[in-house]
Every structure is written in C-alpha cells, then in structure tokens.
C-alpha cells in the first residue's frame, strides 16, 4: 500500500522563522540585554511578529524617527563595521 505524495503546501508544517535578541538590539539600538529585560517584562513577545513590530514601532518614536522606518532598514542592512 503507499501514499499519496501531498501536493506542494499541503499537508506541511509552517515555516518557521528565527530571530534573536541580538537582532532585535541592532534594530532597535538597544543593547543586547536590555532587550532581554524588555521581553521579560512582558514589553513585547519575541515570537510574535506584531508584538515585535510595535515594539521596534515605540522605540523609533522614542528616538524621534517615527516616519523615518527606511532609515532605519538602510542601517540594518549595512555591514557591521
């Protein structure tokens, strides 16, 4: 007896991405530790996208770049110096 091969997408696990507080620092000019602290303190879930977003979203209007999320992707994909 064999089984049907599932159709591509069908059937599979999602994809899973992953990111560490050392990401999540460099974007938002943080230490790697203070981030750590702020997932602790509940401040944002570091699984959860949206939670993530509005937490790199605060930090960017704390420093006065609210508008300016290029920039701020400009310097993250500029290589470490």
Known sequence: MSV???G???GRS???FSFTYEDYAGL???S???VRKHAQRG???PEDLVSVLEFI???LKRRGQSDEIEALLREAREPAR
């Open 4 to 6: 049907a091969k599932k």
């Open 14 to 16: 999602p994809t899973k």
């Open 32 to 34: 790697t530790e203070a």
């Open 8 to 10: 591509f997408g069908k």
């Open 43 to 45: 401040n944002f879930d």
């Open 57 to 59: 979203q605060e930090r």
């Open 28 to 30: 938002t000019g943080l």
